[in-house]
């Protein structure tokens, strides 16, 4: 999806090594978001920037960190990987300001990750 | 606390044939609702968004959505199924002032035959 970049694409963790999920935008836009995606659940926020420097819990954030490096970068960190956070991770950019609120999320492709 | 049910796992019709895939929602005052789309192995795309205004909200590829305050519902549907309209579809809600993420549904594949 245009825009919006994870990498990596694939991964696949032994329980307890840890790894950071990246995430890069190129249209400038404020907020930033994580969901991670399970079968029969849908799409839980984990963690999310409402702007460069702020970082704020979602839903599900037990067993993960975020970075807000820069306007253009939200990564997000497995410290200690778990086979519960077996998953599909989606980073989102959101067009306009966070206090649009009518704005559609926009998605990256998706980071597929297995904890053995 | 927002919520949002969407009571269907899969809906099965025939291509050319009309299509709903149903969508309720719990919000704390007025909502904002989206539908999505999610293809194999890609990220959720937009289809379009009820804010305020007309009930019936149209958006990409040929889908429109009916929003109904008074049964809190925002279903999407299409006048006449493609194939290629087969995937993932999402609801999503959140409230339209203060602090407000947005709330997914648990999803519905729509499944179109030839």
């Known amino acids: 999806n245009a825009g919006v970049t994870q990498t990596p694409k694939f991964q696949v963790l032994k329980t307890g090594q840890s790894m950071t999920l990246q995430c890069a935008q190129d249209m400038n836009h404020n907020s930033m978001y994580w969901y991670r995606q399970d079968p029969g659940m849908g799409l839980r926020l984990i963690y999310y920037?409402?702007?460069?420097?702020?970082?704020d819990k979602g839903e599900v954030p037990n067993g993960y960190n975020v970075s807000r490096l820069n306007k253009r970068e939200f990564s997000l960190r497995l410290e200690s990987a778990a086979p519960s956070q077996t998953s599909v991770y989606f980073c989102a950019i959101e067009w306009g300001t966070f206090s649009s609120y009518n704005s559609p999320l926009h998605f990256g492709n998706g980071t597929r990750l297995t904890v053995t | 606390a927002q919520s949002v049910a969407q009571p269907e796992d899969q809906v099965n019709v025939a291509e050319g044939n009309p299509l709903t895939v149903k969508c309720t929602y719990s919000?704390?005052?007025?909502?904002?609702l989206f539908w999505y789309v999610q293809y194999p192995n890609r990220g959720l795309q937009f289809l379009l968004k009820y804010i305020t205004g007309d009930n019936l909200v149209k958006g990409s590829y040929g889908f429109e959505a009916e929003f109904n305050k008074s049964q809190t519902s925002f279903h999407l549907k299409k006048p006449s199924a493609l194939v290629s309209d087969s995937a993932l579809y999402f609801c999503?809600?959140?409230?339209?002032?203060?602090?407000?993420?947005?709330?997914f549904g648990k999803g519905t594949m729509l499944l179109v035959s030839p």
């Open positions: 919000v704390s005052g007025n909502p904002y």
């Open positions: 920037s409402a702007s460069e420097g702020t970082t």
């Open positions: 999503a809600v959140r409230r339209d002032s203060g602090y407000s993420t947005l709330t």
